[in-house]
């Protein structure tokens, strides 16, 4: 099974892949969620998310209908399943 962001459900890739305090890539999530072991959008909730998405998927060519059937799980994430979707699960 690929790996996806458990944020956004990005595929997580060595080149995407976000980076804990010390600088070590992040097995869980992506750059774009996630830096220095902190979210980038922490108050965000899944809808935010999905928006965000959305917008940065469309921003790079992807049709807007097919954006948004790629980001409909994103509440299923294990982030959002979590009591504290502020803190990142560990690692």
């Known amino acids: ?13 060595d080149d ?5 305090s010390d600088g070590s890539p992040s097995d869980k999530y992506c750059k774009y969620c996630f830096a220095n072991d902190v979210f980038l959008h922490p108050d965000a909730a899944p809808e935010d998310m999905m928006q965000h998405s959305v917008e940065g998927m469309s921003e790079k060519g992807w049709p807007k209908f097919l954006a948004k059937l790629m980001v409909r799980n994103t509440p299923k994430l294990p982030r959002w399943q979590q009591g504290d979707s502020t803190k990142p699960s560990e690692e």
Do not use: F
Request: with cysteine.
């Open 1 to 13: 099974m690929k790996k996806m962001c458990e944020s956004c459900g990005m595929p997580l890739k």
């Open 16 to 20: 995407v892949k976000g980076t804990k």
